[in-house]
């Protein structure tokens, strides 16, 4: 989620003045639980890649280029190669539906966002994103002007974020009461510290902090702060301030799904320093979003590269030959294995797979890829008969946080519509389980019962919203076991990473894992350069 800058003003405490509500409850009067069910992503089709009990292929089909995985990395790859006017490619997806996890879902309400849910404006360096954007009209105009033109209904309406703390919403992220001077006084040089990072140059002339971060500059000082953590940097710095510390920790856990001691400073810094983009007629820190977030980029990229596509296609082995790549996927609705013999695969699905599926692969790069970590999250989607009862404060927001939860809060999925009046609504609610070691935190997540994370989420919302289990329909979840590759202390300019972003042959990997965090700018980079280079070898 953005964290739009908060301006000073002491006096803005009065903000949260008016409109207090006063509710009580009888625990006894609880009303139940509305109806819902876990979802997805479908785990079991992914844990029978342990087992490997596969049949063999019954067909052999000669495709050039085939692209293992459909979320925004392969489908990119897609994209790229259709635009270059290369057609003879198609995409293999495991599960039902391609996105990956910029997936989203639909309801009587609304669409809805089942994991990403907003682009920020992309930096002159995300140039194929611009580009993507203008191919889809989003972006207006020439896609390499400084401050392009987008389509104002993809940008976000106001407002854009509350934060609740000490019962009372605030406007922004930044809470207005509780807080002393001396912590006012600490996120203003830490504001400073960010805003000098933005401006500064490597000693390579680069940007210190880029998007894609393949253009950073590979200054041996900049890159030093990959092995600090972030909290330890902010202690460096002498910035001990506890909400200094509950902000920046937020935003480590909503964009890393990292706890701000284990992530990276130089990822942490990359946050709050790598968003130069400007935009006309938009502030600078707003987003590009949808109903259903990043799931309305799929849709485009899902109709353009119809025919291209192969939902319910596993695959299961990867085999270099002497002329060509042996690629055998599992279909499941058939129930059969077929191989595609191709020229060069795109390996856009997520790296930890790779080394039980590509047979060939060296034991030095199937070791950097055991370095990666994977952070689990959860998305819930919570429909509601009618807006919730408010406790004082800013008004709701796009984005709506809570300052005491462990969870990340939630983004208001009718808040784009343009009807005037809305009866009914969803929230989107995300948690990074980022708590314990991941694969502690992973267990937790797929072994924790529908109603145990019900009765978490409600309980969590019932505090701003006292009546919110009166107004729910349904509750949905979506759990992410491999959500997101954490970019932790040393990982991010470590050698594990650098040793996989190595050239490689006929199996080209293109999914974000490579950038070493995750996000849809570095999803569709990897994307365009694999196709490139595919291109370039066809
Ligand atoms: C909850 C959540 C919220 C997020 N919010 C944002 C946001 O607001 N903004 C943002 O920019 N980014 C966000 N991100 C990150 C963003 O969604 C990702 O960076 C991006 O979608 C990753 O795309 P990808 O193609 O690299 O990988 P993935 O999305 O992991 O796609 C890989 C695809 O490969 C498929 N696959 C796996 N194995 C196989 C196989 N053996 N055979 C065939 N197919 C296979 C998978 O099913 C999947 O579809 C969020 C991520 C999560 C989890």
Known sequence: MNRRRFLFSLGAATAAAGGAYAWRRDATTLPPLPPGEILGASNTVGHRLRQMDFPEPTETLQVPIVIVGGGVAGLSAGWKLQKSGFTDF???ELESEVGGNARSGENAITAYPWGAHYLPFPTQESRAVRELLADFGVLQGDPCAAAPVYDERYINFAPQERLY???????????????RQRDFDQYRRFLDLMDDFQRRRGSDGRKAFAIPIDFSARDPELLALDRLSMRDFLLQQGLDSEPLHWYVNYACRDDYGCRHHDTSAWMGIHYFASRDALARDADRDDVLTWPEGNGWLIKQLRQRLAGHLLPNAMAWRVSALDRAVRVDAYQTREKRSVRRLAQTVIWAAPLFQAPRICREMTADRAAAIGAFEYAPWLVANLSLRGFPLERRGAPLSWDNVLYDSDALGYVVATHQHRAAHQEQTVFTWYHALSDGAPDVERRRLLQTPWTTWAEKILGELSRPHPDIRQQATRLDLFRWGHAMVRPRVGFVWGEARQRLLQTQDRVLFAHSDLSGYSVFEEAHYRGI?????????S
Request: glycine residues 12%.
């Open 90 to 92: 198609v995409i293999l």
């Open 165 to 179: 703390a000490h019962g009372v919403w605030h406007d922004g992220l930044w809470p207005q009461v509780g807080v």
């Open 529 to 537: 350069l694999a196709a490139e280079r595919a291109l370039a070898a």
